[in-house]
């Protein structure tokens, strides 16, 4: 069975930095393609990232050069390290399996970023 | 960047059928994936590839891709169906996974 948890969320103030990980069990990370999605309070979906199998890494604009998608191929984990974050990045962060075309198959039950003074 | 549009709301009444667009230019060149999100839950995929359906996903759902709309068709309404929906592409000239903003659907 195809599951995914997330976990290092939590409180950080304007500026900081904070290290997301996405554990995966029932397949290989490092074999699919992987993405980061993030939805804000009352707000919708948010793309952020995504790491293809052969490495290659895409972001939102919105993220590009403050945030980096990076796998560990020995514990299967995903990550995503946010460094200098701003109050709009505080939102729910999911994991998800992401396939050939985009589509997004799995998802983590999703972890709490707030970056607040 | 591209954008797809969805309408911020649809209510439909127990039984009758609930249809979500979701535009954007020439969105019928692209594939067109659906997911349902209840409070509280994360997504769940309903449709991927405009039309094919998950193992689970009841066959009331449907979706249908052509020119310049996408549509998510919900046949049947139940109390349960009630939640925000939302496109999605791979906008392959950035490689970037693009949302709408989403439907809520109510269940009058």
């Known amino acids: 069975e195809v599951q995914l948890e997330e976990s290092g969320g939590g409180l950080v103030q304007p500026g900081g930095s904070l290290r997301l990980s996405c554990a995966a069990s029932?397949?290989?990370?490092?074999?699919?393609?992987m993405s980061w999605v993030r939805q804000a309070p009352g707000k919708g979906l948010e793309w952020v990232s995504v790491i293809y199998s052969d490495g290659t890494t895409h972001y939102a604009e919105s993220v590009k050069g403050r945030f980096t998608i990076s796998r560990d191929k020995s514990k299967n984990l995903l990550h995503l390290q946010m460094n200098s974050l701003k109050t709009e990045d505080t939102a729910v962060y999911y994991c998800?399996?992401?396939?050939?075309?985009?589509?997004?198959?799995?998802w983590g039950q999703g972890v709490q970023v707030t970056v607040s003074s | 960047s591209y954008v797809l549009t969805q309408p911020p709301s649809v209510s439909v009444a127990p039984g009758k059928t609930a249809r979500i667009t979701c535009e954007g230019n020439n969105i019928g060149g692209k594939s067109v994936h659906w997911y349902q999100q209840k409070p509280g839950q994360a997504p769940v995929m309903v449709i991927y590839?405009?039309?094919d359906r998950p193992s689970g996903i009841p066959e009331r759902f449907a979706g249908s891709n052509s020119g310049d709309t996408a549509t998510l068709t919900i046949s049947r309404v139940e109390a349960g169906d009630e939640a925000d929906y939302y496109c999605?592409?791979?906008?392959?000239?950035?490689?970037?996974?693009?949302f709408g903003a989403g439907t809520k659907v109510t269940v009058l």
């Open positions: 998800a399996r992401d396939e050939a075309r985009g589509e997004l198959d799995y």
């Open positions: 029932g397949f290989t990370i490092s074999s699919n393609y």
């Open positions: 999605q592409v791979w906008d392959s000239s950035t490689d970037q996974r693009v």
């Open positions: 590839y405009d039309s």
